[in-house]
C-alpha cells in the first residue's frame, strides 16, 4: 500500500483498517429507517450511528477511537494539503456516486500537486430523513474508493440539519499527501513552448450526470469518468520528464483550467481541436444537450504542461498507464500575444476559449 | 507567529498573508446583493468571488493562487490532521458566529490532540440567495479568528447549492499540526488516580444559541464561550505535567465527552457537583429553557485528565493563562466499579452521569 511506504511508523493506538466490510447496512433498519436530527446531537444515537456504521468502513491506523483527530507520523519534507466539499445531484449515476466522487476528486487535487496521497478526512452533512440505506451506500463507496486509491479515511465528523435544510447528503474531504523530492509542479512553472497534454477523452463525467437528471438513455450508457489520477501522474514523474504544472480538469471543464494556468503562468496555449479526444458518443450527447465538451466537467481526466522535447516520452508512459489509455497532445504553451487559449478548427479558423460566466450545470461534483 | 516557527520554510511561490483586510464585502453589492447558482460554477463569476473576496482574506504562505492544494515544508514527526463541518444556527449569535466557530473548532480538535495548531482548510456550502454581504461577515471573521488563533487558512472549496437546499452557509474546516516530541495525549493513556480538570464555567455556547433563537433576553448578555484553547494547552504542557487526555467540550457538553473517555478508558469518573463552575447567569437561564448546564455544548472549554500528584501544578498554569481564569479540580479517575461517570452532590447523593439519546438542541455548532 502506498500510504504504508511512505509513513514511517503509525502511531497511538494502532488499529488494522477494516479492508472487508458487510453489504448490509449494519445500523438496525427496521430501528432506524432514516436519518434523525439526533443522529447529529453528540448523543447516543450519534455514538450508535458513527461506532456502527461509520467508523468501522473508515477507521484506519491512526485513528484512534473517540480522539478528536487522528496523529500520523510522517516523514518531514512538503505536505500537500487540499479540500473540496461535494454536492452532486443525484448522489447515485451511472459510473459512481457522490462518495466516489469525494474520494477521487481529493485524491486527484493531491495527485495534480504532484504528491502520493496517504489520508483523508470525511465531513459528513446529512439531511433529516435521509433513508439510512442510502447513507450506507455512501459511506461503503467512499470505503471501497479509497481502499483502491490506496489512502486511508483517518479522521471525520456528522451533522444532521432539518429536513428541507440540506439535500440527502454533502461530502467534504481534506486530503494529506508527501510531495517526493525533486517534484516542483505548478502553474508559475509553465513556460512558451511547453507541451500541453490530456490523458483521456473529455465529458463523461457531465453526459453521466446530466443523462439521469434529463431522463436520457443514449445507445450505450455514458458512465461518469470518475477515478483516482495519482498512480498515472507517478508513471508520468517515473519517466524522469521534468512535469511543470498539471490539473485536473472538473467544474468547467478543459476551459476553466487552462485560462486558470494561462493566467496564472502568464502565457498563451494553443491548442488543436481535432486532436482534442472527447467519445463519439458523448459528442452526440453533448450536441443533442447543448453542452461543448471544452467546458464540460470530467473526474477522472488531467491536463499536463510538460517541455516538448519531452512530450513523446511522457505521452508513452501515460497511454501505458490504465488511467491515460486515451492520453494526447492537444497544444502548446505560445509566448505571443494574451494570456488566453486560443483553438485551432480542423479548417484552419481560430477561436478563443473563454471561461463561462457560471456554469453549464450547477452541482455536478 | 506560532506557524512560522514549526515549519521549517514554505515552498512554491510565497505570497505573503493579508493581515488586514477591507470591512467594507469586496464583491459588488449593488450587481451581485446575493449568491447566485453561478458562483459555484467553475466560471467566471465563481472565480470572482474568489480572487475578489474569499483568496484575500484567507490567502497565506503556501497558497499559491489558482493551484488545487496547498504545498507547505513540515517538519518530520507527529502530525495531528482533523476537520469538523458546522451548521450552527443562527450564524450570528452572541460572542461568535458560524466562521469563528469553525476556525475554534479545528483549532481545538488540534490543540486536545497535544498538536500546535499551523494550517487550516476551509470548504464553504452556499445556498443561492444568501446575501452576499452575510458571506463576507462569515469570510472576513474566519479570517480574523484564523489571525488570533496563529494559523493559516491554506486552501479551500466554494459550493452553491439552490434555494432551499442548504442553509445559508456551511462551513467545513480541517486543520493540520505538529505534536511536539513527547507529548502523548489520549484516552487510551487515562489512569485510575488521574485528577480531572475542567478549564472554566459550562454552558455558554448553548445559552447564547438558544436565546437568540427563544428571542430571550437576560439581564446581562450570555455570550458564546468560543475561543482557541492550543495556547492554554501549551501552558499546561510547558509545566512539564504528563498531562494524559484533553477533551474539548462541544456537542453533548461535559456529559458526552466524559462518557466516551470514560468508555475508551476503561473506568469510572467521579465528579463533585459543587466543584463543577457554573455561572449563575447560566444556571438560570438552564433552570428557564429546561438544559443541563453538565449535558450543555460549549466551544471553548476542555476537560484535562492529569496525575492526581500534578492536579495543583496544571490548575496553576490553567489559571494563570486567559482561556483558564476559571479552572477547577472536578473529580478523579476511579478504578472500581462500571465505565460510567457518577455525579456527588453537596448533599451527597451520587447519580449518574449518562449520555442524552439525541441532544438539547440541534445545530448547536
Known amino acids: 500500500m502506498m500510504a504504508g511506504r511512505m509513513t514511517r511508523a ?3 493506538q494502532v488499529k488494522p483498517m477494516s479492508r472487508e466490510f458487510s453489504l448490509e447496512c449494519p445500523v438496525p433498519i427496521d430501528r432506524y429507517p432514516r ?3 439526533a443522529h447529529g446531537g453528540g448523543g447516543r444515537l450519534m455514538h450508535q450511528l458513527l461506532e456502527e456504521m461509520i467508523l468501522p468502513a473508515f477507521a484506519a491506523p491512526g485513528a484512534e477511537e473517540g480522539h478528536d ?3 500520523l507520523e510522517l516523514a518531514g519534507g512538503r505536505v500537500a494539503f487540499t479540500t473540496d466539499s461535494f454536492v452532486v445531484r443525484p448522489l447515485f449515476f451511472p459510473g459512481g456516486d457522490i462518495g466516489r466522487l469525494a474520494i477521487n476528486g481529493t485524491v486527484n487535487d493531491l495527485a495534480v500537486c504532484g504528491a502520493r496521497p496517504l489520508f483523508l478526512s470525511a465531513g459528513l452533512i446529512l439531511e433529516e430523513g ?9 459511506v461503503r463507496s467512499m470505503a471501497a474508493a479509497a481502499r483502491e486509491a490506496g489512502v486511508d479515511l483517518v479522521t471525520g465528523d456528522t451533522k444532521v440539519v432539518e429536513r428541507g435544510k440540506g439535500d440527502g447528503v454533502f461530502v467534504n474531504t481534506a486530503g494529506l499527501g508527501l510531495v517526493p523530492d525533486g517534484v516542483r ?8 513552448g511547453d507541451a500541453v497534454l490530456l490523458s483521456g477523452d473529455l465529458g463523461r463525467h457531465a453526459v453521466a450526470i446530466l443523462s439521469v437528471r434529463e431522463g436520457l438513455e443514449f445507445e450505450s450508457e455514458i458512465t461518469s469518468d470518475t477515478a483516482p489520477l495519482h498512480g498515472l501522474v507517478q508513471a508520468m514523474l517515473e519517466t524522469g520528464a521534468d512535469v511543470h504544472c498539471l490539473r485536473d480538469l472538473t467544474r468547467g471543464g478543459l476551459a476553466s483550467a487552462l485560462n486558470e494556468i494561462a493566467r496564472s503562468a502568464g502565457a498563451g496555449i494553443e491548442l488543436e481541436e481535432a486532436a482534442i479526444p472527447v467519445g463519439d458518443e458523448v459528442r452526440g450527447a453533448c450536441e443533442l444537450l447543448g453542452l461543448d465538451p471544452l467546458h464540460a466537467a470530467n473526474e ?3 491536463a499536463a504542461f510538460v517541455p516538448w522535447e519531452a ?3 511522457v505521452l508513452a508512459a501515460m497511454r501505458a498507464h490504465p488511467m491515460g489509455r486515451g492520453a494526447a497532445l492537444v497544444g502548446r504553451v505560445v509566448e505571443e500575444g ?6 485551432r478548427s480542423p479548417i484552419g479558423g481560430v477561436r478563443v476559449l473563454d471561461v463561462l460566466s457560471g456554469e453549464q450545470l450547477p452541482r455536478i461534483c
Chains 1, 2 share one sequence.
Open 338 to 343: 494574451p494570456r488566453e487559449v486560443r483553438v
Open 35 to 37: 436519518v434523525l436530527l
Open 130 to 138: 435521509l433513508a439510512m440505506e442510502t447513507l450506507w451506500r455512501v
Open 311 to 313: 512530450r513523446e516520452k
Open 69 to 71: 483527530g487522528a496523529v
Open 10 to 12: 503509525l502511531i497511538e
Open 185 to 192: 509542479i505548478g502553474p508559475a512553472r509553465v513556460r512558451p
Open 300 to 302: 477522472g481526466r488531467l
